[in-house]
């Protein structure tokens, strides 16, 4: 049974940057196949896509925010990281980390999902 834990600050002050850390057990990051993905749910809104670190180590971004995304991983932990720079209180929301089955297939493995809240 694979599963995921978020962890990092649940409030950033705007104009910092956020950042998080997914911690992956029960299954490896560089397993063939997977995209190891975050995403986000603000307030109201429907879930946003925000990029994404393949097995081979690639990465792939939202092109909406992908000036200000950077997804990286430590192997030796078994954890992805997202940094998210820049922040303004449009980026607070529910982030999830996610295991991604590819574009159009769905994630098949969520972590529970922390709220981070960008606010002075």
């Known amino acids: 049974q694979v599963q995921l834990q978020e962890s990092g600050p649940v409030l950033v002050n705007p104009s910092q940057t956020l950042s998080l850390t997914c911690t992956v057990s029960?299954?490896?990051?560089?397993?063939?196949?997977?995209?190891w993905s975050w995403v986000r749910q603000p307030p109201g809104k429907g879930l946003e896509w925000i990029g994404c670190?393949?097995?081979?180590?690639?990465?792939y971004y939202s092109p909406s925010l992908k000036s200000r995304t950077s997804i990286s991983r430590d192997t030796s932990k078994n954890q992805f990281t997202l940094q998210l720079s820049s922040v303004t209180p449009e980026d607070t929301a529910v982030y999830y980390c996610?295991?991604?089955?590819?574009?159009?297939?769905?994630?098949?493995?969520w972590g529970q999902g922390t709220q981070v809240t960008v606010s002075s």
């Open positions: 670190i393949r097995y081979s180590g690639t990465t």
């Open positions: 996610v295991r991604d089955l590819g574009v159009g297939i769905g994630y098949d493995y």
């Open positions: 029960g299954g490896s990051l560089t397993t063939n196949s997977y995209c």
